[in-house]
């Protein structure tokens, strides 16, 4: 099946800070999304991005489709961007996620 | 924006015993809802897709027997987790998937943490 591998796996930065996350996937999907997982288990949609760059506050997306990888930027962290990030792909009706990014913000 | 609840966020119960967890849309008429499981510090793993008046799809190595899903209406699905045993202790998620135009995204309820003692 198709693989969804997130770099890195864990994320240590100061408050203010700018941050990649990187999602790469093994074949075509029909599109990819990304969530932000807080502290508290809640998922939250962040981005629904097959291709193209979409932009929301401090948070901005990138996904090469034609490169199988996507890409989400974080500005000028904070401390409420602690949690994990993830990204999943859907092909054939299943939604498949990647181990996901642990982002921790010091204050 | 949508809204997905479940119900009961935490439970504690005995091995042996069985739990009911509810999954409801609130202001959404959902055909499909997804049910995940997440071990601490792991992705989300789905185990199975419910749909709304047939029998649900399970993934490959979810015993169905084990993890009774019914999607009795269009906007409740219930994951009931039979004879639970510690190794069941989890993280269950709900979710639905909605169209707005082509895009299709996935909302999420709060959870629910299942500890079997």
């Known amino acids: 099946g198709i693989q969804v591998e997130q770099s890195p796996p864990d994320l240590i930065l100061q408050e203010g800070a700018n941050s990649t996350l990187r999602c790469n996937f093994s074949d075509s999907v029909n599109n990819l999304q990304w969530f932000h997982q807080n502290p508290w288990g809640q998922l939250i949609n962040l981005f629904y991005?097959?291709?193209g760059t979409k932009q929301n506050g401090r948070l901005s997306a990138t996904t090469v489709a034609t490169e199988r990888y996507s890409l989400l930027y974080i500005s000028s962290s904070q401390t409420t961007d602690s949690g994990v990030y993830f990204c999943?792909?859907?092909?054939?009706?299943?939604?498949?996620f990647g181990k996901g990014t642990r982002l921790h913000i010091l204050p | 924006g949508a809204v997905v609840s479940q119900h009961p966020s935490r439970v504690i119960c005995k091995s042996g015993t069985s739990v009911k967890i509810e999954c409801r849309s609130l202001?959404?008429?959902?055909?499909?809802m997804f049910w995940y499981r997440q071990f601490p510090k792991k992705s989300l793993m789905l185990m199975a897709t419910s749909n709304e008046g047939s029998k649900a799809t399970y993934e490959q190595g979810v015993e169905k027997d084990k993890f009774l899903i019914n999607h009795a209406s269009l906007t409740l699905s219930t994951l009931t987790v039979t004879s639970a045993h510690p190794e069941d202790s989890s993280f269950y998620i709900c979710?639905?998937?909605?169209?707005?135009?082509?895009?299709?995204?996935?909302?999420f309820g709060p959870g629910t943490r299942l500890l079997v003692l």
């Open positions: 979710s639905q998937g909605r169209l707005a135009g082509v895009q299709e995204t996935q909302y």
């Open positions: 991005i097959p291709s």
């Open positions: 999943a792909v859907n092909r054939d009706d299943k939604i498949i």
């Open positions: 202001d959404f008429q959902a055909t499909t």
